[in-house]
């Protein structure tokens, strides 16, 4: 189907085939570039008037088990320095975010065998007891249907896991062979059965991928349907063997952000910390094309830079107060406000 310019508003992002996803992915026509960004944000504001979402960001391990050849905190950097938080350190990273208005823990770490079920309900149960009326996502990895449901049972109440691509052969460039994107799939699916609301989701411009995979990663979210959706470029990590691939772009992110929206109006949309990292305006221009969700780092200013997944990560030295009247203040510029609130997915 040739692509009306001004017409991006009447296709049917519900159905609309892989062909005619691929050709709006690949033109280098600037008013459809424009339109599809456009709609997108009617589309957001539509459903989300001018609210963004904030989710509190705990980065509570980076001892990770797994070696993905793109990530800083893969076990074969012996130049990562590694923490833990202690049970203790997180609560107070959460009292802390609940004065300054978070109402959502994401507690995100590597696999770290450390937190066990036993360790992770205690830690769950604990902010629960604290904080009733805040929600607790979880961004902890592959783990098995039991532990997942461990974790449900204790109140975690959302999980994050990107499924990175679903493409197998590119999934295996990524990934080192102990990982299968079969297992990944399977996690997610074991996810939503046990009720959790789900976020998956993948990198843009990741190391090999090419624009059929990222054809068969929109077609994959929209059969999956999650409640959240995080993508943001990839950026290479200096210790890592993806040291020196190129970027993923702005506006290839602000794009699928935008395509995504469309398919999916009602999902939560991250504009994520790599997309502010690439372009100093990256997280407000996620936002203008149609995300509707910002997770600032609560974690602690001593452990942050240890936390790196990629390289010139931002926000690495402020303190969680600076970052969220920073935030706050971008979102309002551009017509926007943070609101106080769960921020639970509406069917
Ligand atoms: N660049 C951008 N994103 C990355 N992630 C991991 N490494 C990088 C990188 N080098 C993303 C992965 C993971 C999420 C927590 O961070 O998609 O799922
Ligand atoms: Fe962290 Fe602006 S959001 S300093």
Redesign the pocket.
Known sequence: MPINKNANMRLNFATLSAVDLKELLLTSDATIHTNLLQAARLKALKHFQNKIYIRGLIEFTNYCKNDCY???IRCSNTKAERYRLTKEEILACCRNGYELGFRTFVL?GGEDAYFSDKAMIAIISAIKTAHPDCAITL?IGERSLSSYKAMFAAGADRYLL?H?TVTPSHYALLHPPTLSLANRLNCLENLKKIGYQVGTG??VGSPFQTIDNLIEDLLFIRRFNPQMIGI??????HDTPFRDKNSGTLQQTLRLIAMLRLMLPKALIPATT?LGTIDPCGREQGILAGANVVMPNLSPVMVRSKYS??DNKICTGEEAAECINCLKERIRKIGYEIVVDRGDYRA
């Open positions: 793109y990530c800083g995100q961004s990107r990175e993948f990198m943001g470029p990839f950026i290479p990590h790599a997944l990629y």
